[in-house]
């Protein structure tokens, strides 16, 4: 590689889509990729009931460690892991996921299809330009596989509407002084 990772030298800047390519086709950071859709997959893989109760902590060298809330709920799992690891495995379409852990501890609760938290402003109204959309769309195009693409375009999306809606509230109290 010519150019520093993260997308820049002296000289240029690169685009984004080159950047994360050029870091995708290292074959470390591709696992580490695979790794991280594995913490994502968990609630579509053992639904709600078992979510609700058990949550994905981290994983480390293909053993995916779980947190439940009680350890009569790690014991339950335990007799499902190998159930559990066979979905995950043909979800991703690898063999990511070579064993899995069961620890019992405090539970936090991660929602990753949830796009916004309490906190966050509402950006749900906020409408972006032909042009902003035209540039996020250059920016991420090409990029493979398309489910990172499409998640790099929803960011960049949520992130230009954040940007829209912080100008309106500044504009808004330059206003009100």
Do not use: C
Request: no cysteine; aromatic share 4%.
């Amino acid at each position: 590689m010519d150019r520093p990772a993260w997308g820049r030298n002296k000289y240029m800047l690169y685009g984004l889509g080159e950047t994360i390519r050029e870091l995708t086709s290292n074959e470390e950071m591709r696992a580490k990729l695979e790794e991280s859709k594995v913490l994502s997959l968990w609630a579509q893989v053992v639904g709600p009931a078992i979510s609700d109760n058990a949550a994905p902590e981290k994983i480390k060298n293909g053993i995916l460690y779980i947190k439940t809330k009680s350890p009569a709920w790690a014991q339950e799992l335990k007799v499902l892991d190998s159930k559990i690891k066979k979905q995950i495995n043909a979800l991703l379409g690898s063999h990511t996921v070579h064993e899995i852990r069961f620890i019992h501890g405090p539970l936090i609760i991660k929602d990753n299809n949830q796009d916004n938290n309490e906190d966050s402003p509402d950006i749900s109204s906020i409408k972006l330009t032909q042009n902003d959309l035209e540039h996020i769309e250059e920016l991420v195009g090409g990029l493979e596989p398309a489910e990172l693409q499409e998640r790099v375009l929803r960011l960049l999306v949520k992130n230009k509407k954040l940007e829209r809606w912080r100008q309106k509230q500044l504009a808004l109290r330059e206003h009100g002084r």
